[in-house]
């Protein structure tokens, strides 16, 4: 309630936050962004006011908490363990803050809970959950694509476990049947079967600051997208080699952007396949970067402010620090005028600087849910769904945040389904943790009395 009056009606991301705003008005899949958090747009522009859509995802952050404290439950978690697992989407401020921008984060978290949820609900799924986890999850992936393995790791847990053909059949049929539609909703917009085409952008954004081409060389078209800058003085911001005019995907004359972004695409492969060994530096360096203490940023690299509450300036100043408090009008009705409260905007960002998940603790339930699932493995039937549930919610994660670095780069935006996953595994994984302890404490009294008996006889 304090981050929407604080910023009413909501706060925009220059570029992406437009692009969205934009695909919601004219109705077409995006070439930047899919369009499935747009399409969300365009149903609110109905009420006219761009405060519902903050509204509601605040309310999704709510939604998110509860469901997660009932899935904890439903997984047989003490009571006091599923709530600490609800906490960080209920109180990191990054979370609370997302919810108040137009950018499609929190409905992506809410998809992938709700999907994985309802596929983890009961042991065995039938026809009707598997369709249900199948269309949240294929929803997800056309709010952010980066997040299509997690559909994939679904599939896969309903072949493996036994008994789930019926669930598993409805998963990949209306899951493929909302991603081939979307597909081709695309090709008849773009002339060719797709989702994006960006891909090529970002990827070339991932190389162009390690890209060494003075020690091998590139054929044709490509060398002339190597960065004129020697190593030791090139930006090492993915971000301006994928956006920036001046980088030279962008600057050079290279033909149309479909043909730049699949020059973009071929340089990238050509630097990965010369240099398997730094791409796959940078892309983990990245990856582990959210389970660091701390928030923070290197230099030269996203400007971490700009998922922090902005400071009240920002309302007087409207494009200060990539912010702008200016709000689109397209697809809304009338003039929208921000009408920020300045008396909440400075506790909020007090807050901030330590109201927020610690990424040691993301780790911590990550590790903690990969050690029980090794009970898989050892053929325990004890809490085994529990354990599959942990798993599962524990390699979504990491997958998810795994993609974004080797794609694009860390931002703490694109760990935010850290949050709705990982606590509610660690918390899986505590609880089982401590039923192996109260047992092995049961176990000691009575090893000790056979002792005695033996002893005694």
């Not at 705003?21 to 899949?29: C, D, G, I, K, Y």
């Not at 439950?73 to 401020?93: F, I, N, T």
């Not at 902005?310 to 921000?338: D, S």
Request: aromatic share 12%; net charge positive.
């Amino acid at each position: 309630m304090a981050a929407s009056l604080a910023y009413w009606p909501a706060i925009e991301l220059f570029a992406d936050s437009y692009d969205f705003l934009r695909l919601a008005r004219v109705l077409e899949p995006g070439w930047w962004h899919p369009s499935g958090y747009s399409l969300l747009l365009a149903l609110l522009s109905l009420s006219g006011r761009l405060g519902a859509v903050t509204v509601l995802q605040h309310l999704l952050g709510l939604g998110m908490g509860v469901l997660i404290y009932l899935f904890a439950l439903r997984l047989g978690v003490r009571r006091w363990l599923a709530a600490l697992a609800a906490l960080p989407v209920l109180l990191d401020s990054y979370q609370v803050s997302l919810e108040q921008f137009i950018l499609a984060e929190t409905l992506t978290s809410a998809l992938l809970i709700g999907g994985l949820a309802v596929l983890l609900w009961r042991e065995r799924v039938g026809a009707w959950r598997g369709a249900l986890a199948g269309l949240l999850l294929a929803a997800a992936a056309l709010t952010r694509p980066d997040t299509l393995p997690v559909l994939v790791v679904a599939a896969l847990y309903l072949l493996v476990r036994a008994g789930r053909w019926r669930g598993l059949i409805s998963c990949c049929a209306v899951a493929a049947a909302l991603l081939i539609g979307y597909g081709g909703w695309y090709a008849a917009t773009y002339g060719h079967f797709g989702y994006s085409d960006y891909t090529g952008f970002w990827l070339y954004g991932r190389v162009a600051p390690f890209a060494a081409c003075h020690r091998y060389r590139l054929p044709g078209r490509l060398a002339q997208l190597c960065p004129p800058k020697p190593l030791g003085r090139r930006s090492h911001n993915p971000e301006y080699f994928a956006d920036a005019a001046t980088a030279p995907i962008h600057a050079l004359p290279l033909g149309s952007r479909d043909q730049r972004n699949v020059l973009g695409e071929r340089f990238a492969i050509a630097v990965i396949e010369r240099q398997p060994l730094a791409y796959a530096s940078v892309v983990l360096a990245d990856t582990w970067h959210y389970f660091t203490p701390g928030r923070w940023m290197t230099a030269d690299r996203i400007d971490m402010q700009r998922w922090r509450f902005p400071p009240a300036h920002i309302g007087r100043n409207l494009t200060r620090q990539q912010y702008h408090v200016y709000y689109a009008n397209a697809g809304f009705r009338g003039r929208i005028n921000a009408s920020p409260d300045y008396a909440l905007i400075g506790p909020l960002r007090a807050y901030q600087s330590v109201g927020y998940t610690p990424g040691p603790l993301l780790f911590a339930c990550l590790a903690g849910a990969l050690l029980v699932a090794l009970g898989l493995a050892r053929g325990g039937a004890r809490r085994r769904h529990a354990r599959w549930a942990a798993l599962l919610l524990a390699v979504s994660g990491v997958l998810i945040v795994l993609i974004a670095s080797m794609v694009a780069q860390f931002s703490y935006r694109y760990g935010l389904p850290l949050l709705v996953l990982l606590p509610p595994a660690g918390a899986a994984a505590a609880d089982i943790g401590l039923d192996a302890l109260a047992r092995l404490r049961l176990r000691r009294p009575r090893l000790g009395a056979e002792r005695v008996r033996v002893e005694v006889g």
